[in-house]
């Protein structure tokens, strides 16, 4: 199947610095990538679409100046978490979906923890 | 996940059959998917259904699917140990090939 990484799995980071989280799709192009922020015992919140080469889609009560979503390439998309707070400690998870495919490939997350 | 329902706990004996259920609430969902979820871990699809199916088996997994009830169920045979774990069930709205909309996922823990 399909393979998707993120880099770091986890990271520590003070109060008001920013955090870069890396998504790639390793085997297959992604002409869209989504990432997903997820609490302790719940489901999968959306946060943003992303497609290559153009602004991401920002679901309703996700800040787009916080999270800031960069899709460059066909396998790369980064998520920078800017002057983060600890409230913003969660598990990102970011998924790729080839073109016209249905099917969506999640990455390991990223266990982000703001002290 | 509101409109996807899924209940929280199941627990099964090791060797017996799992059922997870889910209910959900776009009857345009062209597709419906089950996902793991081991903890500390992304999701790994596990399986999916095209909404024109009623039934479909891959080794130790059926997925039943009861589109006039909006009803989708996975059912695991011969549960083992590394089963467990957390179970979503997600639909596409709309038919969408961009976005998902997930349960709340059902733990699933296997006793020895």
């Known amino acids: 199947g399909a393979v998707v990484s993120q880099h770091p799995s986890r990271v520590i980071c003070k109060s008001g610095t920013s955090v870069k989280i890396e998504c790639r799709s390793l085997d297959f192009q992604a002409t869209t990538m989504f990432w997903y922020r997820q609490f302790p015992k719940q489901s999968l919140m959306l946060m943003a679409t992303?497609?290559?080469?153009?602004?991401?889609?920002?679901e309703q009560g996700v800040e787009k100046d916080k999270f800031l979503i960069n899709h460059a390439s066909l396998t790369l998309s980064t998520l920078t978490v800017t002057s983060a707070h600890p409230e913003d400690s969660s598990f990102y998870i970011c998924s790729a979906r080839a073109d016209s495919a249905y099917e969506q490939y999640f990455g390991p997350g990223t266990r982000l923890t703001v002290t | 996940g509101e409109d996807v329902e899924q209940s929280l706990f199941l627990s099964v004996r090791e060797g017996d059959s799992s059922v997870i259920n889910c209910t959900y609430t776009d009857s345009s969902s062209t597709y419906l998917y089950w996902y793991k979820q081991e903890p500390g871990a992304g999701l790994q699809l596990l399986t999916y259904i095209f909404s024109n199916m009623d039934m479909k088996q891959d080794q130790r997994l059926t997925v039943l699917l009861n589109k006039k009830d909006k009803h989708l169920s996975l059912r695991i045979a011969d549960t083992q140990t590394g089963d467990s774990a957390i179970y979503f069930c997600a639909e596409n709205p709309g038919g969408s090939a961009r976005q998902l909309t997930f349960g709340s996922g059902t733990q699933l823990t296997v006793l020895p």
């Open positions: 992303s497609n290559e080469g153009s602004k991401a889609t920002y």
